[in-house]
């Protein structure tokens, strides 16, 4: 029995990325056909089970196993293709699994009736399929090749709703934004292969590379950092980092569970996850560049989150806020704690964007088709909390678990890494400490937004219904619930550490070490924790005094409000500085390709043309001239002789008698 | 005596007018007819220049032979032109043009 239950965990894996690529194929062929979306909830419940069961608890704290196969060969150099499974990439995969379980059983519920279901189930295994084989790559270009191709999924599910403009704009944006930090990858994957002749995971930071020393490899030291960079570039756009974090809001025009699954959860954090691949490429500096960027997109996404009025986009700042949070964690070394936050971050973020979606789908439902009302406005609503019962306790968890709130997950990873950083700066010294304080002031941001956020849709009077019976409005359906429900219950603080105030008891942290630590600082792990409860609680009341019992201090379109809003006009400078410089320089290089390239061209042809026409009047009207007329006048005189030919005796002998004449005349004038 | 030109000439005569009708007439008992006057036209001239013979009356001679053989060929053209005109159903020569290439 047990024989029969070891599977080798690389078949387990490569099954359990396959399952979803099954069901993709299948959905593919069969189109309308299938609208059930039964396949690919299967093919996830597989998938997980597989990789929670043969991959991750074989895999974890135990030896990585590899095996590849050689894939294609330049010159002497074979690339392989291969999984690697240790523990970050286990974890990353079985995380993936986890949480697209839950938002493959809300989409049946929530999806359902969309006349274009039958794409959603396809566009959504894809997706599952790519990120899952990501997670598990064992060579950066196939890693390239996953990352792009999860990319193009998540082109595919933002402009789910084609017929939309705005969610074309979206995943037009999406796509390109996103073209730039692969850029960035790819010139790092370039340069790593031109310095270390080997895109091999293992063969590039295992136990016998110069990197896993921290060996600074003196000729190619330079360039190596500019790699890390180049990776650095890919990780930005991919998890939204501040200057190329304008996709995501963006990117909420897809459907609720696919912004749940991929722009909240997943996807996003790929970044951060190819961040901790590649970490020992980075160098001081660089991790100082990235920490900065990290602290700026944190501080950036949480001072526009203040102010969005649309749930989906408070949401999506609230995750490029904790990206930021994220890199920094990677950017001050602790990337252990940056995959912890990623974990937790994974489940609430969800749970945050399944309960808005329940919300968003109610609202569909009870407004009218007639009056035309954004569902997703939060203006629209308040509350809700005694329609929707069961969606006010998840979000509220989900809130407290963001806000970073004792007995949640968010506490123990969002401590983790705000400790982290002060022991890091504290090391520094001097400026280094900005880097934390903005980090505690963006936690306080975080709880004033998300409880802002809360009151708003939950408390209050209903804005668009006066009458308080109305039944038209009611809770979620099972379906939907009890997804959320087990992600409600993922955000809690048991189920990473049986402790319910000390991050480093949590077994994911003890699952990933770190070859350098800091100094220890313990009065920071009392002390941090009371700042950022007090903090957060006073974000909080401010929210229940502002928003509840509406002592809103400010006017409604005052400019502060507005700039926020506008997320610093961040949007118009893209579009005024680079997009139309772009669109400006291709119409110039339009311009010199129709009238100098093309033009020189059609000269050249035209000149050609001409040429051969009087060369062919010359062929036409005297060689063939010639020809013919030599040939017309010897028809002609065949003609002509051809009559004497005629057949009538008499004339034969007239003739005769004519050259008989001609002969006596002769004869006679000689 | 009638000196030998006025023979010639009138032997001339006749040649030509046999010699048009040969070329011209569009009946072929017509062109047999010219043919004999071409023929005759010929026996004038050796009964003619037969004068200058007076030992031998070769001239006469030769002029006999002439016409029975004469009289022979008009037998065969006859029957020539008997047989064309079973075969052609003509005896217009212009339209019997079996000759032409």
Same mark, same amino acid.
């Given at each position: 029995?047990? /024989?029969? @239950?070891?599977?080798?965990?690389?078949?387990?894996?490569?099954?359990?990325?396959? =399952?979803?690529?099954?069901?993709?194929?299948?959905?593919?062929?069969?189109?309308?056909?299938?609208?059930?979306?039964?396949?690919? !909830?299967? $093919?996830?419940?597989?998938?997980? +089970?597989?990789?929670?069961?043969?991959?991750?608890?074989?895999?974890?704290?135990? +030896?990585?196993?590899?095996?590849?196969?050689?894939?294609?060969?330049?010159?002497?150099?074979?690339?392989?293709?291969?999984?690697?499974?240790? /523990?970050?990439?286990?974890?990353?995969? @079985?995380?993936?699994?986890?949480?697209?379980?839950?938002?493959?059983?809300?989409?049946?519920?929530?999806?359902?009736?969309?006349?274009?279901?039958?794409?959603?189930?396809?566009? !959504?295994?894809?997706?599952?399929?790519?990120?899952? $084989?990501?997670?598990? +790559?064992? /060579?950066?270009?196939?890693?390239?090749?996953?990352?792009? @191709?999860?990319?193009?999924?998540?082109?595919?599910l933002i402009g789910f709703w084609f017929t939309k403009d705005a969610a074309v704009q979206a995943n037009k944006k999406a796509f390109i934004v996103n073209r730039i930090g692969d850029i960035g990858f790819?010139?790092?994957?370039?340069?790593?292969?031109?310095?270390?002749?080997?895109? /091999?995971?293992?063969?590039?930071?295992?136990?016998?590379s110069p990197l896993f020393e921290q060996i600074p490899l003196w000729h190619t030291e330079r360039w190596m950092s500019y790699a890390g960079l180049a990776f650095f570039v890919g990780a930005m756009a991919k998890s939204a980092q501040f200057p190329l974090h304008v996709w995501l809001p963006d990117a909420m025009e897809g459907p609720t569970s696919v912004s749940s699954l991929i722009h909240a959860a997943t996807?996003?954090?790929?970044?951060?996850?190819?961040? +901790?691949?590649?970490?020992?490429? =980075?160098?001081?500096?660089?991790?100082?560049?990235?920490?900065?960027?990290?602290?700026?997109?944190?501080?950036?996404?949480?001072?526009?989150a203040l102010a969005q009025q649309d749930i989906k986009k408070v949401l999506a700042f609230s995750t490029i806020s904790q990206l930021g949070f994220m890199v920094v964690a990677v950017g001050i070394g602790a990337w252990n704690a940056a995959i912890f936050h990623l974990v937790t971050h994974a489940f609430f973020k969800c749970l945050l964007f399944l309960c808005a979606g329940a919300i968003i789908h109610e609202m569909a439902h009870a407004i009218p088709a007639a009056a035309k009302v954004d569902p997703q406005d939060m203006r629209n609503m308040g509350g809700l909390r005694r329609f929707m019962p069961y969606t006010f306790i998840l979000m509220v968890i989900a809130s407290l678990a963001l806000a970073g709130f004792p007995l949640t997950s968010g506490f123990l990873s969002k401590d983790s890494i705000i400790i982290a950083a002060f022991e890091w700066a504290v090391e520094r010294g001097g400026a280094y400490l900005i880097i934390p304080v903005v980090l505690v002031v963006v936690s306080f941001l975080t709880a004033f937004y998300i409880g802002r956020m809360i009151f708003k849709v939950f408390f209050g009077k209903p804005k668009l219904w006066s009458d308080e019976k109305v039944t038209v409005f009611h809770e979620a359906p099972k379906g939907m619930l009890i997804p959320m429900a087990f992600l409600g219950l993922c955000s809690l603080f048991f189920v990473f550490s049986f402790n319910p105030i000390s991050h480093q008891n949590a077994a994911l942290m003890q699952g990933l070490t770190l070859l350098t630590g800091f100094q220890p600082i313990d009065s920071l792990h009392m002390f941090i924790p009371i700042v950022l409860i007090t903090g957060s609680a006073i974000g909080w009341w401010l929210g229940y005094r502002w928003y509840v019992q509406g002592k809103y201090p400010f006017q409604e379109n005052n400019a502060w409000v507005q700039h926020v809003q506008k997320q610093a006009y961040i949007n118009e400078f893209y579009q005024l500085i680079i997009v139309r410089s772009t669109l400006y320089l291709s119409r110039g290089l339009y311009w010199f390709d129709h009238y100098i390239v093309d033009g020189l061209t059609n000269g050249a042809a035209s000149v050609t043309r001409a040429i051969g026409r009087i060369s062919a009047w010359i062929d036409r009207n005297l060689v063939d001239g010639l020809v013919n007329l030599v040939a017309q006048t010897s028809y002609y005189a065949g003609h002509l002789l051809r009559w004497v030919q005629n057949g009538r005796l008499q004339n034969y002998m007239g003739f005769a008698f004519t050259m008989v004449l001609f002969g006596i005349l002769y004869l006679v004038l000689r | 005596m009638i000196p030998i030109t006025h023979f010639l000439v009138v032997s001339a005569c006749i040649f030509c007018i046999g010699l048009y009708a040969v070329i011209s007439k569009r009946n072929a008992i017509m062109i047999l007819v010219g043919i004999e006057l071409m023929i005759n036209a010929a026996i004038l001239n050796l009964v003619a220049f037969g004068r200058y013979d007076k030992a031998d009356y070769g001239g006469q001679v030769f002029a006999l032979f002439a016409i029975v053989l004469a009289a022979a060929a008009v037998a065969v053209g006859l029957s020539i032109i008997l047989m064309t005109y079973r075969k052609y159903k003509t005896i217009n020569p212009d339209q019997i043009t079996d000759l032409r290439d």
């Open positions: 029995m047990t /024989n029969l @239950l070891h599977i080798s965990p690389i078949y387990a894996s490569l099954a359990v990325l396959l =399952f979803p690529l099954a069901a993709f194929l299948y959905q593919a062929l069969r189109g309308k056909q299938d609208q059930s979306g039964i396949v690919g !909830l299967l $093919a996830i419940l597989l998938s997980t +089970a597989a990789s929670a069961f043969f991959v991750f608890f074989p895999i974890w704290q135990q +030896a990585p196993v590899e095996a590849s196969v050689s894939w294609f060969t330049v010159g002497k150099h074979t690339f392989s293709a291969g999984i690697l499974l240790n /523990n970050l990439t286990v974890l990353m995969q @079985l995380l993936v699994c986890i949480i697209a379980l839950p938002v493959h059983i809300y989409s049946r519920v929530y999806m359902k009736g969309d006349p274009g279901i039958h794409r959603y189930w396809m566009y !959504l295994s894809l997706f599952c399929f790519a990120m899952l $084989a990501l997670c598990v +790559a064992n /060579n950066l270009l196939l890693m390239y090749v996953f990352w792009e @191709l999860v990319g193009f999924a998540s082109y595919l790819l010139i790092g994957i370039a340069l790593v292969y031109a310095h270390m002749g080997t895109l /091999n995971l293992s063969e590039l930071f295992g136990k016998q996807m996003v954090a790929a970044g951060v996850f190819l961040l +901790a691949t590649v970490f020992p490429l =980075f160098n001081e500096s660089i991790l100082l560049v990235i920490a900065i960027i990290g602290t700026i997109t944190a501080l950036t996404a949480s001072y526009f | -």
